[in-house]
């Protein structure tokens, strides 16, 4: 099939240019002005919008069992909701119980991710240490096409890598030529203030902020940070929400240490006045970790992607409904922890960044797909509009508008936190692997249509060598 995308100006992450795009099966094969179409061949008409690459969402937990529960969207819904917003590709998490193996816990997610609507691919968890896990990385790595590794510094009791584990982990990573990532909050001084305000009798949600402050996630990001720079490996600090932690991340880049940052759409726009809201449920619906923090951090995070200290954007969407939210309706520590955003992301970012001068186009594309296609080795059959990469494309509208809601969502959360929120820009179509899965509201969405997408380790050339 061909699909012939006319009249439009690609954006990609150096430049900006009218040309039209034509797809044949699953990739780009012409990027040029007048094309002519062939018989046959499906044409939009892209006059006056921009032709984009398809966005990556480097965050995801579909149909994840986590806290006494699973979240609400499983890979297919959460990836049709993903192409409706424009995101073609999601990064999800195998993440094993500790004693699991790793080997079985890819395979078991494997088969859930089977149902994706959209191209998906795995970040793996490394929740303990041992010699069969030294030897599940590097299965992982030759022969599943991971390559990057994630480490929960919080989660204490339940998923929680200590400093052993990080170490062990991280040099193993070097070896293989993976990225270590990590989710940093220091999980014991949570579980303390936890407990602490436990005591005192502050139960409901507006005790989740409180027991994560800013300080505890930068504890564990310096710490991070400086145990990738004694072992020489790279480090990704995944949902970057403070300006202390944007700070670590800063000093050790001009240092000229590797270290990547992600941003959340929803940390860039919502504070945490959420969590003093009247109302317990909606308080409820907004826990996530770390938390939404007040004002101040937002316009940090805003600065540190302009300034090239934060470098993806992501939204660990990672959804649960009302019912699950109020299994910790006594208890904030019970409270499933988590909120959507797969499918707001890109407009969310687009009108909060590009409408107000902060990202110029091509910086928005930076962030929302080029930077996590570099950085995780995908890059450049993802993250571009050019001959032979994917047919992952987003028609974008930069005038048109939409009020985002929970009442015309494709997520099965039935909460949106960026509920009620107008913004101009948005996706008129998306085509995804060559096929138009989106088209001016009508998401055409096909179980198993998703591939799972390989990403080699890199080497010591920066990226995999001729074999
Ligand atoms: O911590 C994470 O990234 C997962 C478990 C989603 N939940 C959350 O609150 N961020
Ligand atoms: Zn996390
Ligand atoms: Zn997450």
Redesign the pocket.
């Known amino acids: 099939m061909t699909t012939l995308i006319k009249g439009g100006t690609v954006v990609n992450a150096d430049r900006a240019f009218r040309a039209d795009v034509m797809c044949f099966g699953d990739k780009i094969i012409a990027v040029g002005e007048n094309l002519e179409a062939p018989p046959h061949a499906i044409i939009i008409d892209a006059t006056g919008q921009y032709v984009m690459p398809g966005g990556i969402d480097t965050h995801t ?1 579909m149909q994840l069992p ?1 806290m006494g529960t699973v979240t609400s969207d499983d890979f297919f819904t959460g990836t049709a909701a993903g192409l409706a917003g424009g995101t073609t590709t999601i990064m999800d998490f195998v993440i094993p119980a500790p004693q699991q193996s790793l080997l079985e816990a890819y395979h078991t997610w494997r088969g859930w991710a089977a149902k994706s609507a959209g191209d998906y691919t795995f970040h793996v968890a490394v929740t303990w240490w041992s010699d069969q896990v030294h030897a599940d990385m590097g299965t992982l790595v030759r022969d599943h096409g991971v390559n990057s590794f994630k480490h ?1 510094m919080a989660y204490k009791n339940a998923i929680m890598a200590d400093d052993e584990t990080l170490v062990h982990s991280f040099k193993r990573s070097l070896e293989l030529g993976a990225i270590p990532t990590v ?1 940093a909050e220091n999980g014991e001084l949570v579980f303390q203030l936890q407990k602490d305000l436990l005591a005192r009798g502050i139960t409901g949600a507006q005790a989740h902020p409180m027991s994560r402050p800013p300080e505890v996630e930068a504890e564990a990001a310096n710490r991070a940070i400086a145990i990738a720079n004694v072992l020489g490996t790279p480090v990704y600090i995944v ?1 970057v929400s403070c300006e202390e932690s944007l700070d670590a991340i800063a000093r050790a880049r001009a240092k000229g240490q590797r270290v990547y940052g992600e941003a959340l759409a929803g940390h860039l726009v919502i504070d945490d006045s959420v969590y003093t809201n009247p109302d317990p449920a909606y308080a409820r619906a907004h826990v ?2 770390p938390p939404f923090r007040s004002k101040h951090h937002q316009a940090a995070l805003w600065h540190g992607l302009q300034a090239g200290n934060l470098h993806t954007t992501a939204t ?1 969407h ?1 959804t649960f409904c009302a019912d699950q939210k109020s299994m910790g309706e006594n208890d904030f520590t019970r409270i499933p ?2 909120c959507g955003g797969v499918e707001e992301r890109m407009a969310v970012i687009w009108d909060a960044g590009v409408n107000t001068g902060l990202l110029t186009p091509s910086e928005f594309v930076k962030v929302t797909s080029t930077n996590a296609a570099q950085i995780f080795n995908m890059y450049p059959r993802k993250g571009l509009i050019a001959v032979g990469a994917d047919a992952d494309i987003v028609v974008w509208d930069p005038a048109g508008t939409k009020t985002l809601s929970a009442a015309t969502q494709h997520s099965k959360g039935g909460f949106n936190v960026f509920e009620g929120r107008t913004v101009k820009g948005i996706p008129s179509y998306t085509v995804a692997a060559g096929k138009v899965v989106y088209d001016n509201g009508d998401l055409r969405a096909e179980a198993g249509a998703g591939r799972h997408i390989d990403r080699p380790a890199f080497t010591s050339t920066g990226h995999k060598e001729a074999a």
């Open positions: 937990h986590f929960f989710h949902h996530m970790s660990d990672c922890n988590g």
